[in-house]
């Protein structure tokens, strides 16, 4: 069975760093991405990448701070997010699709940037 586990997340002041992590399982995937929802939002795209060809998408209110890699051998995704600001606070997925469309979530890891 695809399985989609995130970790990483917690609270960090604003400026701070935090790395989030996805190990997936089950299947192999042509693209994985990011994406985050804030209570009371719609859930946004963060970013992607292509599996194979290391092909990056960033949303523009990311650009420049938050970075998405992958280890193949771990078959891991990661989102390090750099200088974080009050707005970033949201649940973040993972998502992984096996060819156009993004299939497979994972459960959500929580980010709060406060001071």
């Known amino acids: 069975q695809v399985q989609l586990v995130e970790s ?10 935090l790395r989030l992590s996805c190990a997936a399982s089950g299947s192999i995937f042509s693209v994985v991405g990011w994406f985050r929802q804030a209570p009371g939002n ?10 194979s060809g ?15 890699s992958r280890d193949n051998a771990k078959n891991t995704v990661y989102l ?16 992984a699709a096996v060819n156009a469309n993004y299939k497979y979530w ?3 890891t929580q980010v709060t940037v406060s001071s």
């Open 42 to 51: 719609e859930r946004e795209f963060v970013a992607q990448l292509s599996w």
């Open 80 to 95: 390090q997010m750099n200088s974080l600001k009050p707005e970033d606070t949201a649940v973040y997925f993972c998502a």
């Open 8 to 17: 990483g997340g917690g609270m960090v002041q604003p400026g701070g760093s």
């Open 54 to 68: 290391d092909r990056t998408n960033y949303a523009d209110s990311v650009k420049g701070r938050f970075t998405i």
């Open 106 to 108: 994972g459960q959500g």
